[in-house]
């Protein structure tokens, strides 16, 4: 079983390492309903109880997804979901935090979630157009009514960080941290141990870039979220495919999948970080697991951090829409 690690000081405690569910439901091929339930049952078995959604990944066929697979096991598992997003006509259009909103999209998750409270809630991403004072507040008053445990955001920036966290304790950051995406080193991962709020690493795997199994972007289809992703595209891919070359060689040494060496860093880098790669097979989510028992010594850790330096990997993470999402 999976050791547990706390975020924040309010007394969140989950499993060392989370499941990102919105493969399931959206970005990453076809969905496979069974596989995806049995997936999420397997995960809860190997001891990862800490499961990622939101209210847009679908939109709204995750948490429901989640609902029908948590029936009867709801109990053994801490739920992560997100608010924050405008969605008309079943797309996803901007930004959206005003606390009636914030309380109209809780009330609709815990019904789809089939729960009565929602573990950890983020704010999907900071709305200029709010106040983060309102957002904190908002959310406050979810956690003294009780439907709401532990209050989170996702990709913000310092000064909300900070504004959020004086309103009301912020328990977790949610944002894109791995052998990939170093972007949180220099100045948030060092506010967030100074406030004591944790770090929840979404694609710890680079989208699958730091498992060697990453293909050039035409290759994927259509509907495949890496199509599109600057870091899978032209010379961007073969530079990338270099530099992330150190991964695959300490795998092959340690006997261990590249996967398991990219979230074994990652564990390796503070108790306080709790990454959820996502999944929607139990066949990789085993693997993931695997990654617990990996150890890598100061010359391992050492390698890596050199070989995959910002300044190596090629290609912004996201497209132009999704950077101007970014509170950073």
């Known amino acids: 079983m999976l050791p547990k690690r706390k975020l924040g000081r309010q007394g969140l405690e989950v499993s060392a390492l989370g499941l990102g569910c919105m493969g399931m439901s959206q970005s990453y091929g076809v969905a496979d309903e069974a596989e995806s339930i049995a997936t999420i049952h397997r995960a809860i078995d190997l001891g990862v109880t800490f499961l990622d959604t939101?209210?847009?990944?679908?939109p709204f066929a995750n948490e429901e997804l989640l609902g029908r697979a948590l029936k009867?096991?709801?109990a053994e598992v801490v739920i992560a979901t997100k608010f924050g997003m405008r969605i008309e006509d079943g797309k996803m259009t901007g930004a959206d935090?005003?606390?009636e909103h914030i309380r109209d999209v809780a009330e609709a998750s815990l019904r789809r979630l089939g729960t009565d409270h929602i573990d950890l809630l983020y704010q999907h991403r900071v709305d200029p157009e709010v106040p983060i004072e309102d957002v904190a507040g908002a959310v406050g008053d979810l956690v003294r009514e009780g439907k709401v445990r532990f209050f989170g955001l996702s990709e913000a920036g310092m000064d909300n960080i900070r504004r959020a966290h004086a309103v009301h304790p912020v328990s977790a950051l949610q944002s894109e941290y791995s052998l990939w995406e170093r972007n949180l080193e220099g100045e948030i991962i060092p506010l967030l141990r100074e406030l004591g709020i944790g770090l929840v690493p979404y694609s710890p795997l680079g989208r699958g870039f730091l498992t060697g199994d990453a293909k050039p972007a035409e290759d994927y289809p259509v509907d495949d979220f890496?199509?599109?992703?600057p870091r899978f595209q032209g010379d961007s891919f073969a530079a990338n495919m270099q530099a992330a070359s150190v991964v695959r060689d300490i795998a092959e040494a340690k006997d261990a999948k590249p996967g398991q060496i990219a979230l074994a860093w990652l564990l390796h880098k503070g108790d306080d970080i709790v990454p959820i790669p996502g999944t929607k097979r139990r066949s990789y989510l085993e693997q993931n697991v695997g990654a617990a028992a990996v150890r890598?010594?100061?010359?391992?850790?050492?390698?890596?951090?050199?070989?995959?330096?910002p300044d190596l990997v090629s290609?912004?993470?996201y497209g132009e829409r999704g950077l101007a999402m970014i509170d950073r």
């Open 54 to 58: 939101a209210e847009v990944y679908g």
């Open 72 to 74: 009867d096991r709801r």
């Open 97 to 99: 935090s005003r606390p």
């Open 226 to 229: 890496r199509r599109n992703d």
């Open 296 to 309: 890598l010594d100061a010359a391992d850790i050492q390698r890596l951090d050199d070989a995959l330096r």
């Open 315 to 317: 290609g912004p993470r």
